[in-house]
């Protein structure tokens, strides 16, 4: 790796730990900063296949087990619909989220898959614990992002897609944020 390769490496770094201690933290509002205008994140659904199933492993891909045709995300929310589900955790009508989890996310295996003028597309794992007085639950995932970087201005996430590896989900619901 170049230096400059290293660099923007460590920049994506500690972009990613940041959103994530601001989202720990819960401090929403500063969260719905780091989004950009344009932000779409999903979280795809996700099927068992069986392995009698694949024609060709050597094509195989994870995406085959998401979001079959007949089938919708379990999130699809634009910038408008996140700063609905923020306001709607700061208000008083949020019950799932009555009191807040309390929640812990470590992010790691951070890749930058590609760099496209200002879009960086990024892969990483995210480890989530989510702790409430009836539940403990723990969430693994992939996540695919694509963040702008806007040089002097930061990054801003642009999409994020958030790859459950479970197809149970381990709680209630999913109020919380990836």
Do not use: C
């Not at 390769?5 to 770094?13: D, G, H, P, S």
């Not at 995300?73 to 019950?95: H, K, T, Y």
């Not at 702790?131 to 002097?152: C, H, K, N, S």
Request: hydrophobic content about 45%.
């Amino acid at each position: 790796m170049t230096e400059a390769e290293v660099l923007r490496q460590a920049r994506i770094e500690q972009w990613l730990y940041r959103e994530a201690r601001l989202l720990d933290e819960r401090r929403w509002d500063l969260w719905l900063d780091l989004m950009d205008e344009q932000i779409r994140y999903v979280v795809p659904d996700r099927t068992w296949r069986l392995q009698s199933d694949v024609r060709d492993f050597a094509t195989w891909s994870v995406d085959a087990e998401l979001s079959p045709p007949w089938g919708a995300p379990l999130i699809d929310e634009d910038l408008a619909a996140l700063r609905q589900r923020v306001a709607r955790f700061q208000s008083r009508m949020g019950w799932s989220e009555m009191p807040a989890s309390m929640t812990r996310r470590i992010v790691s295996n951070v890749m930058i898959d590609a760099v496209q003028g200002s879009l960086l597309s990024v892969v990483s794992n995210l480890f989530l614990s989510k702790v409430r007085p009836d539940e403990v639950a723990l969430f693994t995932a992939q996540r695919r992002d694509q963040l702008i970087d806007l040089d002097g201005d930061g990054l801003r996430l642009r999409s994020r897609t958030v790859v459950l590896d479970a197809v149970v989900l381990p709680s209630e619901n999913l109020s919380l944020l990836f």
